[in-house]
């Protein structure tokens, strides 16, 4: 049986933790600023009674500059955070994951940060101390989910005509098999080991017939290092989030072999997640920055606000980018395939606040019981953790958060109402593109119907 996530190398990612290649290669890319006749007013601030007046203006969120940052970046762009009290909140563009993870380590207080963005199920490995250093645990509550699709896995050019798309069965896995047979490896990457990043490409692979573990090398990168591994050769594929696949598929270094929404669509991705300990001294605060949030997501799933959003992302500070590789995306236009075969559907594009199912924003416990699950297939956690899943659950789900805060939003926001606030902790059954199920209340049968996994459920 594979060890728990504390034998995880902290030093070989941080070895793969600089960001230098993808700041030479955004030199020249960056964008001036929008102009302030082309942006809509900012949101108009309420007046708080003591009952939502929060103990605190302020609080530090750190951020990686992909799509699933887009709602803290709003917040602050828009004025919803200062609509709500919190005129002081600091956004932190973070060097990577393994920064962030150090971060909030430190806390604001010792120049780090009290939350952010985070792949999952990074809160609660910081929470159960597997992450960390001397494996302190530092309690986490997960309070939102930030939004839905908006990754894929990028493939070198080199492979073009190799049969590497979603469903490998038809030539692409034993294309892999034989690079492993030859002595070379196909090599792929995701920016965080044992986290969102690393399980799409993993169950990609296996519902293709592909060992993750046996016929490819997968390692850490960060996302800004992405283009740049790519173009160089020195990656075969990569598993990140936009604006990174698209610009891969833009500048003709590679394509987009397929779309995580084709995987799972409507799949959890990204989080809000603070530290417990800032949580237990702002309540109100909490809910503050929550309802801000909400409202961001709610503005940027708007198609009207789409231009001005692309706009205030792909300015220097914050994605540095041409707005071309966000876009299309938002449309839900992605050229995909070894043909480059532009596919044009907005049911794949990032949503923010509703998405096909249900709610976005809302944090589902049974998506955070299919992330320990997964842990648990690859040997990132061993199997009787399962055993534990209702406790490491309900110790960092935020829900009563959620749902407070958006009780008292549709006092003063129109577009969400009662109906808007989920009834279940769980979605539900949750299928994938190979036709496999996942039943919350049944998440040892889910283990038992993979055929590629690293345990015997």
Request: glycine share 8%.
């Amino acid at each position: 049986m594979k060890q728990p996530l504390r034998s995880f190398s902290r030093r070989h990612f941080l070895l793969t933790a600089g960001v230098s290649a993808g700041a030479a290669l955004m030199k020249g890319c960056s964008l001036n600023p929008p102009s302030p006749s082309s942006l809509s007013p900012k949101a108009q601030a309420l007046e708080l009674g003591s009952a939502q007046m929060p103990e605190v203006p302020g609080i530090k969120l750190g951020y990686i500059a992909i799509v699933e940052s887009a709602p803290l970046i709003i917040a602050q762009e828009k004025g919803f955070f200062a609509r709500h009290g919190m005129s002081q909140v600091q956004i932190a563009k973070q060097a990577s994951w393994g920064a962030a993870r150090d971060n909030i380590e430190i806390g604001s207080a010792g120049g780090g940060i009290d939350g952010g963005q985070w792949q999952m199920p990074m809160p609660h490995l910081i929470s159960e101390g597997l992450i960390t250093k001397g494996n302190r645990k530092i309690p986490m509550v997960v309070l939102a989910q930030l939004c839905t699709h908006g990754n894929g896995i990028a493939i070198a050019k080199k492979h073009i005509g190799k049969g590497i798309g979603l469903d490998l069965t038809q030539g692409g896995a034993q294309y892999i098999k034989d690079l492993a047979a030859a002595g070379t490896k196909f090599k792929a990457a995701y920016t965080f080991p044992k986290v969102n990043q690393d399980f799409w490409i993993r169950y990609w692979l296996a519902a293709g017939g592909v060992d993750p573990n046996k016929d490819v090398d997968l390692l850490a990168v960060p996302a800004s290092q992405t283009v740049a591994n790519m173009r160089t050769e020195t990656m075969d594929g990569f598993s990140t989030g936009d604006p990174w696949p698209y610009r891969i598929v833009r500048d003709k270094i590679g394509y987009l072999a397929v779309l995580n929404a084709q995987v799972w669509q409507d799949h959890p991705e990204e989080y809000l997640a603070l530290r417990r300990d800032w949580i237990e001294k702002h309540p109100k605060a909490t809910k503050a920055l929550l309802k801000a949030v909400m409202e961001a997501q709610m503005w940027c799933d708007d198609p009207k606000n789409r231009d001005e959003m692309v706009q205030i992302l792909a300015q220097r500070k914050y994605f540095n980018v041409p707005t071309q590789f966000l876009r299309a995306p938002y449309e839900g236009e992605y050229f995909l395939g070894d043909q480059l075969t532009k596919i044009v559907d907005p049911k794949v594009r990032t949503m923010y606040w509703k998405d096909n199912k249900a709610s976005v924003s809302y944090p589902y416990q049974s998506h955070e019981l299919w992330f320990l699950t997964e842990s648990v297939r690859w040997g990132f956690q061993p199997p009787e953790i399962l055993g534990e899943a209702d406790r490491i659950i309900k110790s960092v789900n935020g829900e009563k958060y959620w749902k407070e805060a958006a009780m008292e939003l549709a006092a003063v926001n129109n577009q969400i109402t009662v109906k808007d606030i989920p009834q279940s902790t769980s979605r539900g059954i949750e299928k994938f593109f190979d036709g496999a199920e996942f039943d919350p209340s049944k998440p040892k049968a889910y283990l038992d119907s993979l055929k590629i996994k690293a345990i015997k459920a």
